[in-house]
C-alpha cells in the first residue's frame, strides 16, 4: 500500500513540472496526408492564396482541400521556393525556374537549364533561398546570386560563403558564415561595420521590427539594434535560445515574434507583455524542428517541419488546454484561480497553475460539479463534497455524488443534487449540518429554480420532480410532473433554464409549465427552433450553446429572432462529452469542457463577411473545362476554396440543381456521385445565422448515356431501320407466300368449285334432260293417248261399219246406219276437253313460259304450240284439231307471225327448244 502512495506521489511530481498551456489550435500534416517526403524546407502562399511547399524531392501545392504533388524533371530536391504574382518560382541542386498553374494542373518551366551557370566552381549549387527586390527575381546558393530581370538572368560570385541573404528596410544583406553580415549593392558586397560581434555566427533571421533590427543567431540568441548599437535581446528567453538552435525568425506584427527552433518547436513571443508561449511536440507539433516559417491571409502561422507541416491558429479567438498525456482525463467540471484554472475530471482534482498542471492530494475519483462562493470552490466529487481554499482541498462531508451545487436565488439557501436525492444547506454553510429532501431518494442528476419555495428536479434515468415547501422549508410535496401529465416516456430529461423560465426536454418535445394550469404545455418558439435538440447549454440571458449533429452553435437571441453561429468542428471533433458538455466563465470568455482538457473562446463574432469563394470541379483526376466529357451516372469532385484557412473560413452548405435541403460542405470537398444528364448547378452557401446565403456557383453539363450518345442513336435508328426493313421484308415474304398460298387455295376451291359448278351443272343438266325426257315422255303419252283414242274410235268405227256392211242389204239403210255409226264413234265433245286439259297440264311449264313470253296468244295458238312440241306433223294435228290440212298450215303461218320468227328459224325447233 506504501508503494501505491508512492508512486502515486512520484507520478503527481513528475506530472506538476510538465509545462501546460492555453494555445492557439494547431492542425498537423503528415506524409500520409501530402504523400511527400519529411522535411520542408521552404513554404509561400501564391496570389491564388494557396500554399507551396518545397519538399525535398517534390513540390507540394495545399489550397485548403486538396494536396498536389510534383516532380522536377531532373529529379532534384527542391530547397525554396518563392510566389510572385501567377508564378512559383523554386530552387533545387544546379537548378531553378517556375511553376505555373495551367489546367489545373502545375507545369514546370526551367530558368537554368542550358544556361551553363553551375560548371567549374559552381559545379554543386543548390538554390536555399528565393526573394525579390526591386522588380528582379533573386536566386541564392551559399556561394553565388543568379539575377532574373527582363528575361535575362546574370550570375554574381559572393566572395564568401553566406548563410542566407535578407531584405531589410528596402537593403539586401548577405549573412557570411564567419564575418559578420554585408551589404549587397550595386553588385558590390560591404561589410556592415556597426554590427561589428556577429562575426563567426550562422544568422538565420534579419528582421526590423518598430524602428529597430532583431538579428537572430544560429546559437547566440537575438541581437537589438537600438540607435545605431547592436545589443543582446532584452529578454527571458533570450537565455532560452541561446541554449537552442534558431532556424528561422519573424515577425508576426509590431507586438508578437515567432522563433522556430531546431529542437523545442516554435515559441510566440509578445513582446508588449513581455511573456511568450512554446508550442512543441508535447503540447501540439507533431514536430520539435521548425525549418521555416510562413503566413497566410489571416496572419497565422504555416510551419514547415523536419518531418511535417504545421498551421497554428495564432489569430483565432480560440484557444485549447489539451493533456496529449491522458493523466488529466476528461474534464467535467472547472473554474477560473489565480493565474490558472482548477479543474474536475474523472481522475480527480488537478490545479493548472503558472503553466503546470498538479494533482491535487487525495482528490483522485470522479468529479462533477466545481462551484465557487466567495473565495471557496465547492466541488462535488463520487467520494464526497470538498472544499478547495486558501490552495487546500479538504473533505467536508460524504455526500457521494455531487452533480450539482444550486444557490438560490430567493433566499438563503444552498441545494446540492446527488446520487441518493438531494440535500439543504442553510446560510452561512455548514458543510455538516445538512437536511435530506424527504420523499426522494433517487439520484438527481439536475436541479433548478425560478421561484421561491419550488425546486425543480430531474432523474438521472427518468421522469421529472416539482418539490414545493412550506415557509420554513420543510417539503409539502413533491410531484412526480411526467407522470401526472400522462407522459410515460420519460427517460432522459433535459432541463433548460433560460430568462428565468425553465424548460423541460422530454420525449422529443420542448414543455414549459403552466402554473395556473398546473399543467406542462408544449413551447411554441422552442418546438419550432430547435427541435429534436436535447444538448442545451446555458450562457447567459442573451446567449446558450446547443449540439446538433455533433456541432456546437452558440444561439444569439434578438428580441423573437435567434441567429445560429458554428463553433467550427475541428477545435472540438471527437472531444465532445455528450449530456455532459458545460460552459463556464473566465471573465469575458467562455470555456467548455472537454475529454482531454477545454477550449476558450468570446461570444463575440469577428468573422470577415466578404470573403472570396472559388470552385474547381474534377472528373477522373482532371479539371473539368469545356472540353471535358462528364459520362452519365459518373463521379464529380468540386473543391470549394477558401482564400481564409483559419477561425475565419465560413462553414459552407451546398445544393444541387433542385434539392429541397442544403448539404453541409466537409472539408471543402463535395463529391457528386451517380449525376444525370444534362446540365448541373451547384450552389455554395453560408449561414449568416438566419439565412442561407448564396456564396458561390458552378455549373457544368453531363453527357447522356452511351446507349443515347449520337453514334449509338445512329446505331439505334440503323438497327430500328433495319428491324423494320427485315420485318417488313419478312412480312412481304409472308404475304407473298400467303398470297402463293391463297393463289393455290382460290386455284384449288376455283376448281373445287368449277368441279362443283360442272357437277351441279350437270346434275342440273341430267335434271333438265330428265325434266325434257318427261315432258317428251308425257308429250309422247299425250301424243299415244290422243292417237290411241283416235285409233280405238275408229277401230270401233270400222268393226261397227263392218258388221253393218255384213248385216244390212238395204242401201239407203246402209247408208243410213253407217253415218250413225260414224256419228257414234266419233270423238264427243266432252272427251276432246279431258283430253286437250291433260294435254295442257302435261305441258304447264312449256305453256307458262310461252304465254310470259308471247301473252296475246290465243288458246288454239297454244294447242298448236303444244302439238308443235310434240313435233307432230300437220296431217297429224288436222284430225287433233278437227281441221283439215289446209287449216293446220294455215294457222302454222299466222303463230310464226305473232312469233315474230325469221323464215330460216323452224316453228317445231323454236317450241321444242323453248
Same mark, same amino acid.
Request: no cysteine; net charge positive; hydrophobic share 35%.
Given at each position: 500500500m506504501k508503494k501505491i502512495f508512492f508512486y502515486l506521489f512520484l507520478f503527481a511530481k513528475i506530472y506538476a513540472v510538465q509545462s501546460q498551456e492555453l494555445l492557439p489550435f494547431v492542425e498537423n500534416f503528415t506524409k500520409s496526408?501530402?504523400?511527400?517526403? %519529411?522535411?520542408?524546407?521552404?513554404?509561400?502562399? !501564391?496570389?491564388? %492564396?494557396?500554399?507551396?511547399y518545397a519538399n525535398n524531392h517534390y513540390f507540394l501545392r495545399y489550397n485548403g482541400v486538396k494536396w498536389e504533388r510534383y516532380a522536377l524533371p531532373n529529379k532534384t530536391i *527542391?530547397?525554396?521556393?518563392?510566389?510572385? =504574382?501567377? &508564378?512559383?518560382?523554386? !530552387?533545387?541542386? %544546379?537548378?531553378? $525556374?517556375?511553376?505555373?498553374?495551367?489546367? !489545373? =494542373?502545375?507545369?514546370?518551366?526551367? *530558368?537554368?537549364?542550358? &544556361?551553363?551557370?553551375?560548371t567549374g566552381i559552381s559545379i554543386n549549387e543548390e538554390i536555399w533561398k528565393i526573394f525579390k527586390h526591386h522588380d528582379k527575381i533573386y536566386f541564392q546558393s551559399f556561394n553565388e546570386l543568379f539575377i532574373y530581370a527582363s528575361g535575362k538572368i546574370t550570375k554574381t560570385r559572393i566572395p564568401f560563403q553566406i548563410s542566407y541573404c535578407f531584405v531589410v528596410n528596402d537593403k539586401i544583406y548577405a549573412a557570411s558564415v564567419n564575418n559578420g553580415v554585408y551589404l549587397f549593392k550595386n553588385n558590390v558586397f560591404t561589410k556592415v561595420s556597426k554590427w561589428q560581434g556577429l562575426e563567426n555566427n550562422i544568422i538565420h533571421g534579419i528582421e526590423n521590427n518598430n524602428g529597430e533590427t532583431y538579428i537572430f543567431t544560429q546559437k547566440k540568441g537575438v541581437f537589438v539594434e537600438e540607435n545605431g548599437k547592436l545589443i543582446e535581446w532584452n529578454n527571458e528567453l533570450n537565455s532560452i535560445l541561446k541554449k537552442e538552435i534558431i532556424i528561422t525568425a519573424k515577425f508576426i506584427d509590431e507586438n508578437r515574434l515567432a522563433i522556430g527552433t531546431a529542437f523545442k518547436g516554435i515559441y510566440i513571443v509578445d513582446l508588449r507583455a513581455k511573456t511568450h508561449i512554446n508550442i512543441n511536440r508535447n503540447n501540439s507539433l507533431i514536430n520539435n524542428s521548425v525549418l521555416c516559417i510562413g503566413f497566410d491571409k489571416e496572419n497565422d502561422l504555416w510551419l514547415g517541419l523536419d518531418n511535417g507541416i504545421s498551421h497554428v491558429e495564432i489569430n483565432s479567438p480560440y484557444t485549447i488546454f489539451s493533456d496529449n498525456t491522458g493523466v488529466l482525463g476528461s474534464v467535467y467540471a472547472l473554474a477560473p484561480i489565480s493565474n490558472g484554472y482548477l479543474l474536475g475530471s474523472n481522475? $480527480?482534482?488537478?490545479?493548472?497553475?503558472?503553466?503546470?498542471?498538479?494533482? /491535487?492530494?487525495?482528490?483522485? @475519483?470522479?468529479?462533477?460539479? #466545481?462551484?465557487? #462562493? $466567495?473565495?471557496?470552490?465547492i466541488i462535488g466529487h463520487n467520494d464526497g463534497t470538498f472544499i478547495y481554499e486558501n490552495n487546500m482541498l479538504k473533505k467536508v462531508n460524504s455526500i457521494s455524488g455531487g452533480w450539482k451545487f444550486q444557490e438560490s436565488d430567493y433566499d438563503n439557501k444552498y441545494f446540492q443534487a446527488n446520487y441518493s436525492g438531494i440535500i439543504l444547506y442553510n446560510s452561512p454553510i455548514d458543510f455538516s449540518q445538512y437536511k435530506v429532501i424527504d420523499n426522494l431518494t433517487k439520484p438527481i442528476k439536475n436541479i433548478a429554480q425560478n421561484k421561491p419555495k419550488e425546486l425543480w428536479a430531474v432523474d438521472n434515468y427518468r421522469s421529472l420532480y416539482r418539490i414545493t415547501f412550506n415557509d420554513t422549508y420543510e417539503v409539502e410535496k413533491v410531484e412526480n410532473i411526467t407522470h401526472l401529465n400522462k407522459i410515460w416516456n420519460d427517460y432522459g430529461v433535459k432541463m433548460f433554464n433560460f430568462k428565468n423560465e425553465i424548460l423541460f426536454f422530454i420525449n422529443n418535445i420542448w414543455y414549459n409549465f403552466n402554473t395556473i394550469s398546473n399543467k406542462l404545455e408544449k413551447n411554441t418558439v422552442f418546438n419550432k427552433n430547435f427541435a429534436t435538440i436535447s444538448e442545451v447549454i446555458p450562457v447567459n440571458n442573451s446567449n446558450f450553446i446547443v449540439l446538433k449533429d455533433k456541432l456546437l452553435y452558440i444561439i444569439h437571441q434578438s428580441d423573437s429572432d435567434y441567429s445560429w453561429e458554428l463553433i467550427p468542428e475541428k477545435y472540438y471533433a471527437g472531444k465532445i462529452i455528450n449530456q455532459d458538455t458545460k460552459v463556464f466563465r473566465d471573465g469575458n470568455r467562455l470555456l467548455m469542457n472537454l475529454d482531454d482538457g477545454f477550449f476558450s473562446f468570446q461570444l463575440v463574432n469577428s468573422k470577415i463577411k466578404n470573403q472570396k469563394i472559388s470552385t474547381e470541379a474534377f472528373y477522373q483526376g482532371k479539371m473539368i473545362d469545356d472540353d471535358t466529357a462528364i459520362q452519365y451516372n459518373q463521379s464529380v469532385e468540386v473543391d470549394i476554396i477558401s482564400e481564409y484557412y483559419g477561425y475565419n473560413r465560413f462553414g459552407l452548405f451546398y445544393k444541387l440543381n433542385d434539392a429541397k435541403s442544403f448539404s453541409p460542405v466537409k472539408s471543402g470537398n463535395i463529391v457528386l456521385n451517380n449525376l444525370s444528364s444534362g446540365n448541373q448547378s451547384l450552389k455554395v452557401?453560408?449561414?449568416? !445565422?438566419? %439565412?442561407?446565403?448564396?456564396?458561390?456557383?458552378?455549373?457544368?453539363?453531363?453527357?447522356?448515356?452511351?446507349?443515347?450518345?449520337?453514334?449509338?442513336?445512329?446505331?439505334?435508328?440503323? /438497327?430500328?431501320? @433495319?428491324?423494320?426493313? /427485315?420485318?417488313?421484308?419478312?412480312? &412481304? #415474304?409472308?404475304? /407473298?407466300?400467303?398470297?402463293? *398460298?391463297?393463289?393455290?387455295?382460290l386455284k384449288h376451291q376455283k376448281q373445287i368449285l368449277q368441279l362443283e359448278l360442272m357437277a351441279d351443272n350437270k346434275l342440273k343438266l341430267q335434271e333438265y334432260d330428265k325434266h325434257i325426257l318427261e315432258m317428251q315422255v308425257q308429250s309422247k303419252a299425250s301424243e299415244v293417248a290422243g292417237k290411241?283414242?283416235? #285409233?280405238?274410235?275408229?277401230?270401233?268405227?270400222? =268393226?261397227?261399219?263392218?258388221?253393218?256392211? =255384213?248385216?244390212?242389204n238395204d242401201l239407203n239403210q246402209l247408208k243410213s246406219k253407217i253415218k250413225k255409226s260414224i256419228k257414234i264413234n266419233a270423238i264427243n265433245k266432252n272427251e276432246w276437253q279431258s283430253f286437250e286439259k291433260n294435254l295442257i297440264q302435261s305441258h304447264e311449264d312449256f305453256v307458262y313460259k310461252l304465254t310470259q313470253k308471247y301473252p296475246h296468244l290465243t288458246s288454239k295458238d297454244i294447242k298448236l304450240s303444244i302439238y308443235l312440241k310434240m313435233n307432230l306433223s300437220s296431217k297429224e294435228i288436222a284430225p287433233l284439231m278437227n281441221i283439215s290440212f289446209r287449216g293446220v298450215e294455215l294457222h302454222r303461218y299466222r303463230l310464226r307471225k305473232k312469233l315474230d320468227l325469221n323464215q330460216d328459224e323452224g316453228l317445231s325447233k323454236f317450241m321444242i327448244n323453248l
Open positions: 496526408n501530402y504523400f511527400g517526403d %519529411n522535411q520542408i524546407w521552404s513554404v509561400t502562399q !501564391g496570389e491564388d %492564396n494557396a500554399f507551396y *527542391l530547397r525554396s521556393v518563392f510566389a510572385d =504574382e501567377d &508564378k512559383i518560382y523554386t !530552387g533545387s541542386y %544546379n537548378e531553378f $525556374g517556375y511553376w505555373k498553374r495551367i489546367d !489545373g =494542373e502545375m507545369k514546370y518551366t526551367s *530558368l537554368s537549364k542550358n &544556361k551553363n551557370f553551375f481522475h $480527480g482534482v488537478f490545479k493548472y497553475q503558472d503553466k503546470k498542471l498538479q494533482l /491535487l492530494p487525495n482528490s483522485q @475519483g470522479q468529479v462533477w460539479d #466545481i462551484h465557487k #462562493i $466567495g473565495s471557496k470552490y452557401y453560408y449561414n449568416n !445565422g438566419r %439565412n442561407y446565403i448564396a456564396i458561390a456557383s458552378y455549373q457544368f453539363k453531363v453527357d447522356k448515356p452511351w446507349y443515347f450518345s449520337f453514334w449509338m442513336i445512329l446505331i439505334y435508328v440503323f /438497327l430500328i431501320s @433495319g428491324s423494320f426493313y /427485315l420485318y417488313y421484308k419478312w412480312n &412481304k #415474304i409472308r404475304y /407473298l407466300e400467303k398470297l402463293k *398460298l391463297k393463289e393455290e387455295e290411241s283414242l283416235s #285409233i280405238a274410235k275408229q277401230s270401233e268405227m270400222i =268393226e261397227s261399219i263392218q258388221s253393218i256392211l =255384213e248385216s244390212e
